[in-house]
């Protein structure tokens, strides 16, 4: 294979992994826990927080606040999840390259 050719596919590589980056990047991610439902996009920025004020009382801010958490960090691993199947074919094994 020539330098010319070898140029020519690195160059669509990239290409194709900046393609798949950039769709992870604006889907919506839900991370789930009770009552509490967290959405982030895939650049792990969170978009919107929800909670179901009818299954809460003031005496549990302190769960709510943990539910907040479980949910932020399930949307986290669905994106890291996500990354990783569809970038682990341009890294080949490399870990934490996204």
């Known amino acids: ?3 010319q050719a070898m140029l020519k596919q690195a160059q669509k590589l990239q ?3 900046m393609n798949e980056k950039a769709k ?3 889907t919506i991610f839900t ?3 009770s009552f509490v439902t967290i959405e982030m996009n895939g650049k792990k ?3 919107s927080v929800k909670i179901d004020a009818e299954s809460i009382e003031k005496d549990d801010i302190e769960m709510l606040q943990d539910m907040i958490l479980v949910a932020t960090n399930d949307a986290v691993k669905q994106i890291d999840t996500e990354t990783e199947k569809k970038m682990g074919r341009f890294t080949q094994g490399m ?3 996204f």
């Open 1 to 3: 294979m020539n330098m």
């Open 15 to 17: 290409k194709d992994m």
């Open 24 to 26: 992870i990047d604006e």
């Open 31 to 33: 991370g789930k826990s």
């Open 45 to 47: 920025e969170v978009v």
């Open 95 to 97: 870990p934490g390259l």
